[in-house]
């Protein structure tokens, strides 16, 4: 049943992706702001096809810790279902991405209309620097910044390299940041057909405030908090059979 339902999903995948992938970035050529709201809906259905095909539910706790002002998202980063999630539950965003992203039909032209900020992460300083002023402007103009600082998807039990890039962007700028930890790799594995019906698991803030941090230790802090937080959630038991 598991490969039979994965395969539901990956159809109705394809006719979705597509659709919406096409009418993202068209929607931008007449307001700037529907792009979003598109990337909503996409992101909101493919979560519910998900469910109604694979049996993929969430329970979330700290949500009261949601500001109402801009602030910089920096999540665990196991598999593409959190990517949705946040696009679909959250104000709107720009992502960091690397910037081989840009390059795919359909999700690249979506990220474009949404004014992602696409890195050659091979540039070191060059590609930071590029996170703060462009992360910046965007926080300026009203739009949330999205990052994964561990930059790839981690299999769940595993811990990724943070990257400074989030923590540099809330120090230059005093906004804060909200963690958010999950493990939606254990039913949703990375860069894998077969999903596994169960309940993922999202823990979010409370935001962690730069003010009297240096980069390094905003960097800490938002791992740390992550990764106690992963912890708990961690384990068997949270996916069905």
Not at 15 to 26: A, C, E, N, Y
Request: net charge positive.
């Amino acid at each position: 049943m598991t490969l039979l339902r994965s395969a539901l999903f990956l159809l109705g995948s394809l006719v979705i992706t597509p659709f919406f992938g096409f009418l993202i970035p068209v929607t931008w050529l007449i307001h700037r702001k529907w792009p979003f709201h598109v990337a909503r809906h996409y992101a909101g259905t493919t979560l519910k096809w998900a469910q109604w095909t694979c049996g993929i539910r969430c329970e979330i706790r700290g949500w009261e810790h949601v500001p109402s002002t801009p602030t910089i998202v920096m999540s665990k980063h196991q598999s593409a279902w959190e990517t949705l999630f946040i696009a679909h539950r959250f104000p709107h965003a720009c992502w960091i991405v690397k910037r081989e992203l840009l390059w795919l039909p359909f999700v690249g032209w979506g990220l474009l209309a949404m004014r992602a900020i696409a890195i050659d992460r091979s540039s070191g300083q060059a590609a930071r620097e590029q996170i703060v002023q462009q992360g910046a402007e965007r926080l300026k103009q009203g739009l949330w910044v999205t990052i994964f600082p561990e930059g790839t998807r981690v299999a769940p039990g595993k811990r990724g390299r943070y990257g400074i890039g989030g923590a540099l962007l809330a120090t230059r700028t005093g906004v804060p940041v909200l963690p958010i930890a999950h493990n939606a790799g254990e039913v949703w594995p990375r860069y894998a057909f077969r999903k596994h019906a169960g309940t993922v698991r999202v823990v979010i803030g409370p935001v962690i405030d730069p003010a009297g941090r240096d980069v390094l230790q905003m960097k800490n802090a938002v791992e740390n908090w992550i990764e106690g937080e992963m912890a708990h959630i961690t384990g068997p038991g949270h996916a069905d059979a």
